[in-house]
């Protein structure tokens, strides 16, 4: 059977002609080809990349360009190559996160004879892809454990503060739904974190949508850690709830002032730390002692949450105060350099 016709090339064209734009647009590809014979003499080399291209002021050999410990490799795939009569590939790894692929298969040429075609590629991007693409599905997977605990814990610690059914199932939407909304945040900046001031707004705005005077920041917007993100985020949820229901009770209209200022001790070795403190005041409010008349198990809930889980899993320290017509909440943890 005739082999089919992969090539053409116009009518009246000298040899050498075809040869010129064909060796040029071969080193444009990028791709280096080598031939050679069946004794491993080399023939012809083209496109050899920079780093090899010393070796090829003399006669060259696999030990010359590439060291004798990747010539052996390479001789070892050669013959296999050869006796097979089939594709081997062979991959280089070197410093600097390059990575080189020998695709090495012998082919039958015009007058008979068997040579052996070796192209090199340039894959450091790919193996860098690869890394990448790797790492992502280990913090994908990590991240994805860790805000499964933070759910089980939410759902363990609500249940035992929730009397009935549908008290556990509304405060348990509502902190998961608080989670999701920090996780879209950490998600849009590829898992970078969340700025403060986006998680406040973030977690405020379902209540207190048409009032974007509420909650008035001054000090510094970081950028929270994707897990600082997160667990600050509930931590922002239950005093945002707490205090639309406040707000609500003593028609008040004073802001809530929400300030963060970032220090480190002079001297100190340790991480810079951010200290975050939540003001509400209803002095002159109608309704006096209104923060009080919290039921006993959402305090003791909300308590726990602020003062306790919260700090714990961002290795910091809180506390909460729930006056007659204020409450205060003031958080202290430990922040990346980065603004």
Same mark, same amino acid.
């Given at each position: 059977?005739?082999?089919?016709?992969?090539?053409?090339?116009?009518?009246?064209?000298?040899?050498?002609?075809?040869?010129?734009?064909?060796?040029?647009?071969?080193?444009?590809?990028?791709?280096?080809?080598? !031939?050679?014979?069946?004794?491993?003499?080399?023939?012809?080399? &083209?496109? &050899?990349?920079?780093?090899?291209?010393?070796?090829?002021?003399?006669?060259?050999?696999?030990?010359?360009?590439?060291?004798?410990?990747?010539?052996?490799?390479?001789?070892?795939?050669?013959?296999?190559?050869?006796?097979?009569?089939?594709?081997?590939?062979?991959? *280089?790894?070197?410093?600097?996160?390059?990575?080189?692929?020998?695709?090495?298969?012998?082919?039958?040429?015009?007058?008979?004879?068997?040579?052996?075609?070796?192209?090199?590629?340039?894959?450091?991007?790919?193996?860098?892809?690869?890394?990448?693409?790797?790492?992502?599905?280990?913090?994908?997977?990590?991240?994805?454990?860790?805000?499964?605990?933070?759910?089980?814990?939410?759902?363990?610690?609500?249940?035992?503060?929730?009397?009935?059914?549908?008290?556990?199932?509304?405060?348990?939407?509502?902190?998961?739904?608080?989670?999701?909304?920090?996780?879209?945040?950490?998600?849009?900046?590829?898992?970078?974190?969340? *700025?403060?001031?986006?998680?406040?707004?973030?977690?405020?705005?379902?209540?207190?949508?048409?009032?974007?005077?509420?909650?008035?920041?001054?000090?510094?917007?970081?950028?929270?850690?994707?897990?600082?993100?997160?667990?600050?985020?509930?931590?922002?949820?239950?005093? !945002?709830?707490?205090?639309?229901?406040?707000?609500?009770?003593?028609?008040?209209?004073?802001?809530?002032?929400?300030?963060?200022?970032?220090?480190?001790?002079?001297?100190?070795?340790?991480?810079?730390?951010?200290?975050?403190?939540?003001?509400?005041?209803?002095?002159?409010?109608?309704?006096?002692? *209104?923060?009080?008349?919290?039921?006993?198990?959402? &305090?003791?809930?909300?308590? *726990?949450l602020l003062e306790k889980i919260v700090p714990a899993s961002l290795n910091g320290t809180a506390s909460f105060d729930a006056g007659d017509n204020s409450v205060e909440y003031e958080i202290t943890f430990p922040v990346s350099s980065q603004k």
């Amino acid at each position: 059977m005739d082999k089919p016709l992969t090539r053409w090339r116009k009518s009246n064209q000298e040899d050498s002609t075809v040869q010129r734009y064909l060796v040029a647009a071969m080193e444009e590809s990028g791709l280096c080809i080598a !031939i050679q014979n069946q004794d491993l003499e080399y023939l012809q080399i &083209m496109n &050899m990349p920079s780093r090899w291209k010393a070796a090829l002021d003399q006669e060259p050999d696999d030990a010359s360009i590439f060291g004798a410990e990747f010539a052996g490799r390479l001789a070892k795939v050669k013959a296999e190559a050869l006796k097979g009569g089939e594709t081997k590939t062979l991959e *280089m790894m070197l410093e600097g996160d390059l990575a080189y692929e020998f695709e090495i298969k012998p082919f039958i040429a015009g007058d008979g004879s068997t040579y052996l075609q070796t192209i090199i590629r340039d894959i450091s991007l790919k193996k860098s892809t690869e890394r990448i693409t790797v790492s992502l599905l280990r913090e994908v997977s990590h991240r994805s454990k860790n805000l499964l605990a933070i759910i089980q814990s939410i759902a363990t610690q609500t249940a035992r503060h929730s009397d009935t059914l549908d008290t556990y199932l509304r405060r348990f939407r509502g902190r998961l739904y608080s989670l999701a909304r920090a996780q879209d945040l950490i998600t849009d900046s590829d898992w970078k974190g969340a *700025m403060l001031k986006d998680l406040i707004h973030n977690q405020a705005q379902s209540y207190f949508p048409d009032d974007n005077k509420a909650i008035v920041f001054t000090g510094e917007n970081i950028l929270l850690s994707p897990s600082a993100s997160l667990y600050l985020g509930l931590a922002l949820h239950e005093l !945002i709830v707490q205090a639309a229901s406040r707000r609500f009770i003593s028609n008040g209209a004073q802001s809530i002032a929400v300030n963060l200022e970032r220090y480190k001790s002079k001297g100190a070795e340790t991480a810079p730390h951010a200290h975050l403190v939540w003001r509400e005041n209803y002095a002159g409010a109608p309704h006096i002692g *209104m923060v009080n008349d919290q039921p006993s198990d959402r &305090m003791e809930f909300e308590q *726990m949450l602020l003062e306790k889980i919260v700090p714990a899993s961002l290795n910091g320290t809180a506390s909460f105060d729930a006056g007659d017509n204020s409450v205060e909440y003031e958080i202290t943890f430990p922040v990346s350099s980065q603004k």
